[in-house]
């Protein structure tokens, strides 16, 4: 039983809106890049597998996320044959490959809530790192200014879905300064039968220094601290904090 399990990601009449959030997606080219000539990739939390199959064009990628509706979206995209798609859950998951690099992006890492949880995954990165091997990872940065709380009216926007035309979505977030998580609900309503698909998730927002604790406590060593996915250094207000750095090497 996956504790994390959110019906956003679970719910195959929410998840195949995933795709389609509107938001740009930098971590793509920046992790294509990056990615240069590793022959063997880790993809942590995969979803529907956008970036796992586009590292697949040029090596051996294993994408691994604990949402089977996600992961069904990921099989049929293009090159979606080309990756090894797992039904597991990053805290635990341990497989028998060692990887040139492993990554969590879109904010995978904020769905862990808890520092038990934070630490498990950052284990898991360790653990199938081979010696020197690279990872990369994104969270929001707590201290970037303005609101973290939305509402429906300053989130509403459309797009065209492939199989159900046109779509209404918003999102509605709480967020809890105790516990530094955001409560969110999304929504899509398809307009020519007035359907809606909703579902609630929580993701936490952890500051730097204390990502940076847990890296040290893995072993993890990071090399360079980015702001956003464009590689501007991080600096204390910072959209994310995207550590990038090397495993052990041994
Ligand atoms: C915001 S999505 C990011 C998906 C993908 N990495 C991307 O960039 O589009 C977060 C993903 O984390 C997954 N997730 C939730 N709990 C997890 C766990 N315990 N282990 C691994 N992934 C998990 C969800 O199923 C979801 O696909």
Redesign the pocket.
Known sequence: M?D???AL??DPAVAQF?DFRGAARP?LAFCRKLAGDCRSVL??????G??AALLAENRRVVG????AA?LDIARTRPNGGMVDWIE????TIRLDNRFDMVL?????FQ??LTEV?QRA?IETVAAHLKPGGRFVFDSRNPDFPGRKTRTKDETRRRFTHPRHGEIEAWNESVFDDATQTLSYRNSYCIRKSSEVHTATARIRYTPKNVIAALLHDSGLKVERWFGDWSGVPFDTTSKEIIPLGRGLSL
């Not at 993809?43 to 529907?48: A, I, Q, V, Y």
């Not at 691994?64 to 949402?67: I, L």
């Not at 597991?88 to 805290?91: H, I, L, Q, S, V």
């Not at 969590?104 to 995978?108: A, P, S, V």
Request: aromatic share 8%.
């Open positions: 996956n994390l399990a959110e990601y679970t995933y971590d993809d942590l939390g995969c979803g529907t956008e970036l691994v996320d604990p949402a996600m597991g859950d990053a805290r969590l992006t879109g904010h995978t769905v862990f949880d995954v």
